[in-house]
């Protein structure tokens, strides 16, 4: 059981999922395309839930929401299934497969064999396609890997089966029905409205709001939560930005060539000219990640450093703010 299908690299694996899963299915859309339709930009400061020992921080949307969002705007169909039985899970997999439907699975990231040691972490929110079979070995289309990989049946149980936070369940999902043409207009604009109205939102964890949370956070973590817990709470930060499914400066990118790509279907230069600045704005977010690393790499709580940090937050979110608030009026 061998599909025809393409494997195309992407920055970020949900979207790149959908967009090889779209192109399978004869439709050409880019993975900043199907990530801007999807209103997959977010900022949210999560509390109460812990990852790694530190609170959470997502800079996207929940998984599973930039596909949904996308296939409504779009006019698709999906279809989604989660199992409580390996065996059940097993066989529903294998027999999509058989029909020459390559399939989306959510996965652990922490049982990817394939993945180097350093990117195997607890992070249950993962996305790959299964395109094929052969023997007891299942042929992989990671998105975010360069070239296609494989995994037996007994790994792939373990990363679909992964427990902890975002457990998968077993969780695949597939297209089922199509219109005869996708209409990108009306649909980018609801994925830019959609995306505005989150990062400008009225709450203190969310948005360009949420980012100014956290930089008067990281000011306060050296006193009063001491050296050790400050510099791993620090870390977190950036390592939800950097390395756990993309982040923030990434995901800055890719929406950037979302609006570049928008301003041409729309004939609207003003996207085209916020693509500019929304990538300066991703280059301070990796500004920000570089500096925070050197302080929680060196072990050192300084306070001076800290707020040093903090001071570049608030200076994004200024800026993100003023951003979302033009691109609303772009549109």
Not at 81 to 92: D, H, I, M
Request: glycine share 8%.
């Amino acid at each position: 059981m061998k599909i025809d299908f393409t494997h195309n690299q992407s920055a970020h694996c949900e979207n790149g999922v959908v967009s090889n899963l779209m192109g399978y299915n004869g439709f050409e859309v880019s993975e900043p395309m199907v990530f801007g339709i999807g209103s997959g930009l977010l900022y949210c400061y999560i509390p109460f839930l812990m990852v790694n020992h530190a609170p959470a921080i997502t800079y996207r949307a929940m998984p599973g929401f930039i596909f949904k969002r996308f296939a409504k705007r779009v006019g698709i169909k999906i279809k989604r299934e989660k199992f409580s039985n390996k065996t059940q899970a097993k066989a529903r997999l294998d027999e999509n497969l058989k029909k020459n439907n390559p399939v989306g699975l959510q996965v652990g990231v922490y049982g990817l064999v394939y993945f180097p040691d350093e990117y195997r972490f607890h992070f249950n929110a993962h996305n790959l396609v299964v395109y094929g079979k052969e023997n007891d070995t299942y042929l992989i289309s990671d998105p975010v890997m360069e070239n296609v990989t494989t995994l037996t049946e007994k790994e792939l149980e373990k990363v679909r089966f992964a427990k902890g936070a975002f457990a998968p369940k077993g969780h695949m999902y597939y297209p089922i029905e199509f219109p005869k043409e996708l209409k990108l207009e009306k649909a980018i604009v609801k994925g830019i409205k959609h995306t505005c109205r989150d990062m400008l939102a009225p709450v203190p964890f969310v948005g360009a709001k949420g980012i100014r949370k956290i930089a008067g956070l990281i000011r306060k973590w050296p006193k009063k939560k001491g050296t050790k817990v400050a510099n791993h709470y620090l870390g977190q930060v950036v390592r939800m930005q950097e390395e756990i499914g993309t982040g923030g400066g990434g995901f800055r990118y890719i929406y950037a060539a979302f609006l570049q790509e928008s301003s041409t279907i729309l004939k609207n230069e003003r996207l085209s000219e916020l693509s500019k600045e929304m990538t300066q704005i991703g280059d301070l977010w990796r500004d920000f990640a570089v500096d925070a690393s050197r302080i929680y790499k060196n072990r050192s709580a300084k306070t001076d450093g800290y707020n040093n940090v903090a001071d570049q937050l608030e200076h994004i979110s200024n800026l993100e703010e003023a951003f979302f608030k033009k691109l609303k009026k772009a549109i």
